[in-house]
């Protein structure tokens, strides 16, 4: 946040950043979080089971593997992103899927 001349809080986008939009949740927003998350943010993979509202299956780029407790981080992020974009009010969950391995590593709930 910076101040503009009468000294208003205002604030500055990064050149090339995505809108965020909020409204009324529905499928289009879901698909936009999903496309928005696999195009800016570390997950390459990117699914909600059973065309779920409430739960998102992820795998990240390896080299986010640090630690179990930074995988967790991201979960949380990824849910807080996907209620503000989507406008979902419900609790959701983010699934950390290990890159490698068919098994879980992390997640989120928010």
């Known amino acids: 946040m910076r101040e503009d001349s009468v000294g208003q809080e205002t604030s500055s986008r990064a050149e090339g950043a995505d809108e965020v939009k909020i ?47 930074d995988a967790e981080v991201i979960a949380l992020q990824l849910a807080r992103d996907y209620k503000t974009q989507t406008g979902y009010d419900g609790k959701v969950s983010v699934t950390i899927w290990h890159f490698e391995k068919n098994e879980e590593f992390a997640k989120g709930r928010l």
Do not use: C, H, M
């Open 23 to 69: 409204g009324s949740f529905s499928q289009e927003a879901k698909e936009a979080f999903q496309s928005w998350a696999l195009k800016n943010t570390a997950v390459r993979y990117f699914e909600y089971p059973n065309g779920s509202d409430t739960s998102i299956w992820v795998r990240l780029a390896p080299e986010k593997y640090t630690t179990k407790k």
